[in-house]
Structures are given as structure tokens and as C-alpha cells.
């Protein structure tokens, strides 16, 4: 049979935008707010930048250059946004950035926003990526390899157009750089990476079962896109030709994990499944063959292929059952489903953080910068005081428990409650336990003996080389008489002898010693087996409700009334760490210099303003402690009613007295 006819991969078209003039506005605007020299100093940078955005609107050289050119690009613009404010204020610089629809060329968007260029230039990045996949040679290793990461790539690109770039663009939002489309986009990429990633499985013949979980995936990911794509706003907004190209992608993709399947089905001799699986892909094959009017010719000949593929199949299936096996063909949606297996993600841009940039470093105040330094001040105080609040609270309630002994005074109506035992002792063997108990020491003791074993072993080596070294000078000087004048043997040797001889009685004294501690450890073996918190337990009394009740409340209301408030206890323990997670992830997020650079107004009404994010989290810090306090009072009343009812000073003493017996004995 012929091979398998290549997959059709798609890559984006770059959005084309028109020539404007950044440098002028923006030196204008650095000489009016800041200073004259301080333009001067950025002159060159303006020049970089404007040269940037040249190269990138013409769309000039070689892929990898425009990658990198539109990095470097996006990295000036996140530098540019926290100096210069871009809008119609006559106060602000005023650039018109604009932009055409990358999939209705005719659709033009005009904005004055750092935002939208930002948006449309992470776009441009992660189409130039699927162009840069799409041009690497998947017949080779290495291209099915580095398409499926530049894919993955491309990916993260428009994980980020989704996630950051587009909700800061203008409303009304182009399309293309809408979430919808952007989530489309990143869809579509990842099962382009996992095409790529099955066709190297395929290549390295990776057994059927594992074909057929990665094209599961496969049409998982075009199940997705397409989802998308008949959805608004991008169901009124792309020609049908990418409809037809991804539904019948996404069937294709599922009619080959079938025979996949099938394929791995009838290594196993499992005729019945595979031939039920290579009928279902027929069905989904014959239906898909109506779907390719809007779709490329390599699309139509993948169908045509498949279809070749699974007749040879199904009719060499159904021979052998026929003739062989007689199984009865189960229903498709009786057999277990396909589980798809995901070997790609969307890879984050390392090349667009722009924290080391060096651009525009002389433009920003100093005002600016100890205003933003104050702030900065300000909320590590508002965070520090917050803090202490919650770890005073922890504190506080780590304290009270353990005053009161609970939970472990709760616990010891629990069978077998570790309760009753005092703090040492318990301690003691949960340290024995956790080291394994007498099973380790039955561990050590056979170390111990194949360590000895092995120590004489060796001193036998070494005495028998001796012994041969002997005999061989014997040989030579039995040989060449008075011409053999090396020192004798048994002179040269008579100190390594002696020691030799010293170990082996000291060996032979461990043995000894070895051999009376294992008697006296299988002696004591049970003892020592006993020597466990369980086995401790069982022999302390049983605390347990009281027969009458003698206080205000029901015994069985003050335990329920304790188990209540312990685990609100611990629900508030939890939520503090929440709280303390979010008051750094707030401050992580709280960049004000934007504001404070494009401000004429005093700083300190910008700071209650931005202050006032944290009012939240200072209210769940205060709801958090006044809770917990209450639950400490409850806790404390129900305590000593607990206490009183189950009368558990009586029963810790019993369980000391019953100690001490068991000392004696």
C-alpha cells in the first residue's frame, strides 16, 4: 500500500498595520512633561524603537528575524506603557495605531491605545510562529520535533493574547484579537503540536494503543476549535473554509484512533472489538466524505486514504471471524471509550519579558520614583500589619487548645485514642514506630551479621594472598639458593599476620557478643512487639459517656457542640493561609507607576485611592479573627462542661495509676 499522504497543517497570517511616526510624538511629549535632556538621552531609543516597528509593518526578512524583531518590539511597547500615556488627551501622546483584520483583510481598526498595538503585535508573534512550524520539515526527525514545539509556542502566544493583551484592548474589540478568537487560535495550535507529536510516535513505531490515544487527542483538540468556530463571535466572522478544514480534521483524527485501535485489537486476537470499532469509522468516515466541498485537495486525498485503509481491514476483520473465530460483533457503544492522551501545552514566550529591558531607563521622574517608593512603603505596612493580625490569631488558638488539651481530649472517646497515654510516653513510641519497631531491630541485627560475614570473608582473602606470596618465595628460594636475596616472606609479613589474626579474634568475640543479643532479642521479642501506641491503648480504661447526667446540657450536645467549633477552628486556620496568599498576590499585582507617571495631581490622593483594593482582604482578616475568638469562648464553656460530664479528670487519672502498675510489673 502507498504511504500515508502528508497532513495538512494550517499556519496564521500576520495582521498587516500602516506606517506612523512614534518618535516625534514621543520626544515631544519627554520634552514637555519631563525635559530636555532627558529627551535627548532617549533620542537614540526612539530611533530603535521606530526602526522596530518599520521593519515589523513591512514585514521584512526572514521568519526567525521577524520573530525576533516582533519580540523585541512587544518588549519596548511593555516599557513604553508604564512612561508614556497614549490616548486623545491633548495631555497624553497621541498616536493612532492602525491595524487590519488578519482573516477579512478589508476590516480596518483605528485606536489610540498602547494596548491594541500590544495586542495585535502578540498576534503578529504567534502567527510568525505557525509559519515558522509549518515551514520545518516533518519528514525529517528533528522538523516533526521542532514544528511541534514552535507550534506549542505559537500556542502560548495566543495564551497570552487571550489571557492579558486582548482584555486591555478598546471596545468594540477586532475580532481577531478577541479572547474568543485568541482561545481558537491557541486550540487550533495545540492540535497542530499533537498532529506533529503522533506523526513522530508513528515514525519511531510506537505500538497502536499509543496511535491510537494520541489521535484521540488529536480530535479532541478539533472538536474544540470547531466548537469555537460555530460560536459567536467568530461564527459570523471566518469563511467556511475553516469550518469544513477543522470538522473534517477532527473526524479524520477520530476514525484513525479507531483503527489505531482496531489495529492494536487484532495483535490481541480481539476480532469482535476491532471489527465493531472499523464499522464506526466507516459510518464516521462515509459522513465526513459529504463535508469536503470547502476543503484542500490533501484533505481529500487523507479521506480517500483512510478509506482504502479501513475496506482492507474490515473485509480482512470479518474474513477471520468468519472462518476462525465465529465471535459475535458487540454494539460500538458497548466498548470502553478511547482514553485520549495529551503530550503538549501551551509554552509561555520567554523572549517577551521585558524586566531586563534597558529602554527609556533616563525618562522616568524622580518624583516618580520616590512617590512610587512610598507607596511601596505603605502597603508593606498595610500587608505586615495584616500578618501579625492573622499570626497572633494562629498563636492564640495553637495556645488556648493546648491549655484545654484539645482535640486530644475530644479524641479519647474515640476507640483506641492516643489520648490516654501521657505526652512522653507517646511521644517515645510514635518515635519507635515511626523508626519501625522491633522489626528494625531484627533489620539490624541481620545487617550486623552479613557485615561480619563479609568482613571474614575478606580477611580470608587477604591471609590466602599472603599464603600464596609465601609459598611462591618459598618456590624461588628453593630455586636459585643464595641468588634469591629478597627479604623472606615470612619477615616481611609477620606484622600484617599479626593483625590479621587480631581481627579475626575480634570477629570471632562479635560473633559471640552478636549471638547472645539476638537470643536476648528473640527472648523479648514479644515485649518489644508490645512496645507500640495500639498496644499501649488497649491497656488504658475507656473514657465514656456517664450513665446520668448531671450537668445543664446533654453530654452527647457538649461533644457535638466541640466537634463543631474544632473544625470551624480548622477551617479558619485554613482560610488565614488564603488570606495571606492573597494579600501577596495582590501586592505582586500592584503596579501604580502607569498612574503615577501620567498624574498631574497630588500622589497622596492616588494612594487612598489604590489603597483601597485592600480594604477587602482587611475586612476577611478582621471577620477571621472576631469568628475565631468567638469559637474560643464556646470552646472554653463546652470544655469544662465536657470535662465535668465525662469526668476526664478522674479518667487521666486512672490512666496514670494503670501506667504505673504496668511500670511495676
Known amino acids: 500500500m502507498a504511504p500515508a499522504p502528508a497532513n495538512m497543517l494550517l499556519a496564521v497570517h500576520c495582521k498587516k498595520g500602516d506606517h506612523l511616526d512614534l518618535k516625534d510624538p514621543i520626544w515631544s511629549y519627554i520634552c514637555a512633561t519631563y525635559s530636555d535632556q532627558q529627551a535627548h538621552d532617549a533620542a537614540d531609543d526612539l530611533a530603535a524603537v521606530q526602526q522596530l516597528r518599520n521593519d515589523l509593518v513591512g514585514l521584512t526578512g526572514s521568519l526567525p528575524d521577524l520573530r525576533d524583531t516582533l519580540a523585541r518590539y512587544y518588549k519596548a511597547l511593555t516599557v513604553m506603557e508604564t512612561r508614556f500615556p497614549i490616548s486623545k488627551d491633548r495631555t497624553h501622546v497621541m498616536i493612532s495605531f492602525t491595524w487590519y483584520d488578519a482573516f477579512r483583510a478589508s476590516k480596518r481598526t483605528e485606536q489610540y491605545s498602547i494596548h491594541f498595538e500590544k495586542a495585535a503585535i502578540m498576534f503578529n508573534l504567534g502567527a510568525v510562529l505557525t509559519q515558522q512550524a509549518l515551514a520545518c520539515d516533518r519528514t525529517q526527525d528533528q522538523g516533526m520535533k521542532d514544528a511541534a514545539k514552535k507550534f506549542q509556542e505559537a500556542a502560548g502566544a495566543f495564551a497570552h493574547l487571550r489571557d492579558v493583551a486582548a482584555l486591555r484592548v478598546e471596545q468594540p474589540r477586532p475580532v481577531d484579537i478577541s479572547p474568543e478568537c485568541a482561545s481558537m487560535l491557541e486550540r487550533l495550535c495545540l492540535a497542530q503540536a499533537q498532529e506533529c507529536v503522533f506523526e513522530k510516535a508513528r515514525a519511531d513505531k510506537k505500538s497502536s494503543a499509543l496511535l491510537a490515544r494520541l489521535t484521540k487527542q488529536v480530535s479532541a483538540f478539533y472538536s474544540e476549535v470547531l466548537r469555537l468556530l460555530n460560536s459567536p463571535p467568530l461564527n459570523q466572522h471566518f469563511d467556511k473554509s475553516w469550518t469544513a478544514h477543522v470538522q473534517v480534521k477532527a473526524t479524520l483524527y477520530d476514525v484513525e484512533s479507531q483503527l489505531q485501535q482496531a489495529a492494536q485489537l487484532h495483535k490481541d486476537d480481539d476480532i469482535a472489538p476491532e471489527i465493531a470499532r472499523l464499522k464506526e469509522a466507516h459510518k464516521s468516515l462515509i459522513l465526513v466524505k459529504g463535508q469536503t466541498k470547502n476543503c484542500g485537495k490533501e484533505l481529500v486525498d487523507n479521506i480517500k486514504y483512510d478509506e482504502e485503509v479501513l475496506s482492507t481491514a474490515l473485509v480482512k476483520a470479518e474474513r477471520e471471524n468468519a472462518t476462525v473465530y465465529l465471535q459475535r460483533v458487540p454494539n460500538f457503544a458497548d466498548l470502553p471509550p478511547i482514553q485520549p ?150 619477615a616481611l609479613n609477620s606484622s600484617m599476620r599479626e593483625k590479621i589474626a587480631g581481627y579475626s579474634a575480634n570477629l570471632t568475640a562479635a560473633g559471640d557478643s552478636d549471638a547472645r543479643l539476638e537470643q536476648r532479642l528473640m527472648q523479648n521479642n514479644a515485649a518489644f512487639s508490645a512496645l507500640s501506641i495500639d498496644a499501649a491503648v488497649s491497656q488504658m480504661p475507656r473514657l465514656q459517656a456517664p450513665m446520668v447526667s448531671v450537668g445543664d446540657e446533654e453530654p452527647a450536645m457538649v461533644v457535638a457542640n466541640l466537634r463543631k467549633a474544632l473544625a470551624e477552628i480548622d477551617e479558619l486556620s485554613a482560610e488565614r493561609a488564603s488570606i495571606e496568599e492573597a494579600l501577596k498576590e495582590e501586592r505582586n499585582r500592584d503596579n501604580i507607576l502607569p498612574k503615577l507617571m501620567a498624574s498631574s495631581g497630588r500622589s497622596d490622593n492616588i494612594f487612598n485611592d489604590e489603597l483601597k483594593k485592600y480594604d477587602e482582604l482587611k475586612v476577611n482578616v478582621d471577620a477571621n479573627v472576631a469568628r475565631q475568638s468567638e469559637l474560643l469562648v464556646m470552646i472554653n464553656k463546652n470544655t469544662a462542661a465536657y470535662r465535668q460530664a465525662f469526668g476526664f479528670r478522674e479518667w487521666r487519672q486512672a490512666c496514670e495509676v494503670c501506667l504505673c502498675i504496668d511500670q511495676d510489673l
Open 341 to 490: 492522551y495529551i503530550l503538549v501545552k501551551s509554552l509561555p514566550l520567554s523572549d517577551v519579558d521585558a524586566s531586563q529591558e534597558t529602554l527609556f531607563q533616563s525618562v522616568i521622574p524622580d518624583s516618580s520614583a520616590k512617590a512610587l517608593s512610598k507607596y511601596t512603603e505603605m502597603v508593606d505596612n498595610l500587608i505586615r500589619q495584616q500578618k501579625d493580625k492573622l499570626e497572633a490569631a494562629s498563636d492564640e488558638a495553637r495556645l488556648r487548645l493546648r491549655e484545654w488539651d484539645m482535640p486530644e481530649a475530644l479524641q479519647a472517646l474515640d476507640a483506641g485514642s492516643a489520648a490516654a497515654l501521657p505526652d512522653g510516653l507517646r511521644a517515645e513510641l510514635e518515635q519507635l514506630e515511626d523508626h519501625g519497631g522491633v522489626r528494625h531491630l531484627h533489620d539490624l541485627a541481620a545487617q550486623i551479621k552479613d557485615l561480619r560475614r563479609v568482613s571474614i570473608e575478606e580477611l580470608k582473602k587477604v591471609e590466602s594472598s599472603l599464603d600464596k606470596e609465601s609459598a611462591e618465595d618459598a618456590e624461588m628460594r628453593d630455586k636459585y639458593g643464595s641468588r634469591w636475596n629478597r627479604p623472606a616472606s615470612a
